[in-house]
């Protein structure tokens, strides 16, 4: 292949890589986002162990996921009240695969338990097919809203 050719490609394959590891933050929030790996690994993290299906504990580490929607700027904690409370976060995948928290599920003022964005566990980066980031709700009795591969958040308000 040709010199401008292999550039070419290089160029194609870093910028897929950045846009692979890009999330956003949309919908009913006065700052949306688009974060970069770099910038969400820059984040405060916070561990959670939790059994996985396996049925063995293992140690999670990411972003809780309330605080990716408050530097999106919405109203948590005593704020969360009258219309605020209709609001709920859809989680969405790279494969199209939806989930929907309301928002006191995550909201420490409000919720028991961190669900996090997870982008490690045991130490080591979430593998392909599952990361670079992964929903962890510790304790939840079904995997079903551990969303693999998560690509965006949207908050929306109930009609
Ligand atoms: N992106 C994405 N995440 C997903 C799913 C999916 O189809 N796509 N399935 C869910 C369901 S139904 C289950 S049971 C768990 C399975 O998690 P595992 O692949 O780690 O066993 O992932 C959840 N997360
Ligand atoms: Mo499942």
Known sequence: MNRPVVFLLGLLLMVS?????TLTVS????????LQAAELKAMPHTDVTSPD?????????????IELLKQAGI??????????????????AADGYE????????DPAFATRTILLADSVDGTA??????????????????????????????????
């Open 126 to 159: 979430l593998p392909a097919g599952t990361g670079p980031y992964r929903v962890i709700v510790p304790g939840e009795k079904k995997p079903t809203r551990w969303v693999r591969v998560v690509k965006a958040i949207e908050v929306r308000i109930a009609e």
């Open 27 to 34: 919908g009913e929030v006065t700052k949306p986002l688009t």
């Open 99 to 106: 989930v929907v928290f309301a928002l006191p599920e995550l």
């Open 53 to 65: 299906r396996d049925g063995k504990e293992h140690r999670y580490s990411g972003v809780p996921v």
């Open 75 to 92: 109203s948590t904690g005593s704020e969360l009240r009258g219309k605020h409370l209709t609001k709920y976060a859809v989680v969405k």
């Open 17 to 21: 890589k950045v846009y692979a590891q």
